[in-house]
């Protein structure tokens, strides 16, 4: 029986996905899909204090995400989704490494509804791009209490409202340390609470 050790142990050293060969690829669905068999909590839209925090990716199939790391002498940092249920609201944060002084962050935030017992629609608002030292980035929390408190940051700082870019989101695993989802375009993503 496969369990979240045995997940942690098949994802270690694969990047978050970009260094994983299609065996690896193949192992990591199939225990992911055992331990979405074992979740331990079955409405997990509706247990806000599990979902609340700042969760780390640890494994994705999202290409749009992994494409981060394909910029010229840059290198995908570390990735978060801080999650943040009584404002019903969702904080991605990619944190692009670059040249000394060129490390940079792509954000964006959302609005999350719950539609069913473990699926969120999410309506993505604002994106924010641009380099870490000039927004003033150091980690999610003082970053996410900016956004919050409506500043503007000297980086791309555009509303999304008007663009009806959403999507859907199932949580299909959750515990106190670990989340496993499915996105609307076929996506699964893996993440652990810091």
Known sequence: MIGKTDLIEAIAGKNRGLLASDPDKQFILSAIARLEERNPTPRPTEAADLLAGDWRLLYTTSQELLNLD??????LGQIYQCVRPVEARIYNIAEVKGLPGLNAIVSVAARFTPVSERRVTVKFERVIAGLARLIGYQA??????????GQKFLA???NLANRDRQGWLDITYL?????????????????TKR
Not at 178 to 191: A, K, Q
């Open 140 to 149: 999610p929390q003082p970053f996410i209490d900016a956004i919050e408190s």
């Open 70 to 75: 394909r910029f010229p002498l840059a290198q």
């Open 156 to 158: 791309l700082d555009a």
């Open 175 to 191: 515990d106190e340390d670990m989340r496993i989802g499915r996105g609307n375009e076929g996506s699964v993503f893996v993440l």
